[in-house]
């Protein structure tokens, strides 16, 4: 089944414990990205990566790494995570070129930082 | 300045009843798409409908459609026959020329009630 998956689905944490959130897509997609979810706010997009090795900031980069080692996986790192990073998370993906409309999103992952 | 506008937070509608959800955008591109998502309240982000600038034809998936005003730069969802399983919050988002990132609007809920 083509998916896009990240774990964990659920994580609290505290300040300035370093955590990673995984995101695997198994459609060989090349365009990769990461969203927050704020309520008022819609989505916002913090990193995104057309290639391996081939990353750049997006709207709201400030706190996060990313990296693209592996074309399958995008992993999203908070070094030292503080309170307003409590969020929903989205990593997604699509196919780069013509007709390449739908971006896959997998399933959030809802982060709390007390 | 805002790229997708979505003025209504919330809206209550009848099952069966058709509903409208507004969608406004900004851009400067001549090159863009249109796209909807659904969120139920599980929380993962379901594609509804892709609208390219150059479409002539306003784009249909089954019960959804969107009536694209391209002067107006509107993109507004259409649901038909409204189900009790259309209860979601709905995105409306833009991505530009040849950008891949989305920019959402900040979404709208729809209840619907039996």
């Known amino acids: 089944e083509a998916q896009v998956t990240q774990n964990p689905r659920y994580l609290i944490t505290v300040t300035g414990k370093k955590l990673t959130v995984t995101c695997s897509q198994n459609?060989?997609?090349?365009?990769m990205s990461w969203y927050r979810q704020d309520p008022g706010l819609g989505l916002r997009q913090i990193y995104y990566?057309?290639?391996?090795?081939?990353?750049d900031k997006g709207d709201v980069p400030e706190g996060y790494k990313v990296s693209r080692k592996e074309k399958r996986n995008f992993p999203l790192i908070l070094e030292s995570p503080s309170p307003n990073q409590t969020s929903l998370y989205f990593c997604?993906?699509?196919?780069?070129?013509?007709?390449?409309?739908?971006?896959?999103f997998g399933p959030g992952t809802r982060l709390t930082v007390l | 300045a805002q790229k997708i506008t979505q003025t209504q937070p919330g809206m209550f509608v009848q099952e069966k009843e058709a509903v409208t959800l507004d969608c406004t955008y900004d851009?400067?591109?001549?090159?863009?798409?249109l796209f909807w998502y659904k969120q139920p309240s599980s929380g993962e982000m379901i594609f509804l409908i892709y609208?390219?600038?150059?479409?002539?034809q306003n784009a249909t998936e089954g019960r959804y459609s969107l009536n694209f005003q391209k002067a107006r730069k509107s993109a507004n969802l259409v649901i038909s026959a409204s189900q009790l399983g259309d209860s979601a919050m709905y995105f409306c988002?833009?991505?530009?020329?040849?950008?891949?990132?989305?920019?959402f609007g900040a979404g709208t809920t729809v209840t619907v009630r039996a």
């Open positions: 997604a993906s699509s196919f780069v070129g013509q007709g390449a409309n739908e971006q896959f």
């Open positions: 459609m060989n997609h090349e365009y």
């Open positions: 990566s057309m290639n391996v090795e081939v990353t």
């Open positions: 851009t400067s591109d001549q090159s863009y798409g």
């Open positions: 609208q390219g600038s150059y479409d002539e």
């Open positions: 988002a833009m991505r530009e020329g040849s950008d891949y990132k989305l920019s």
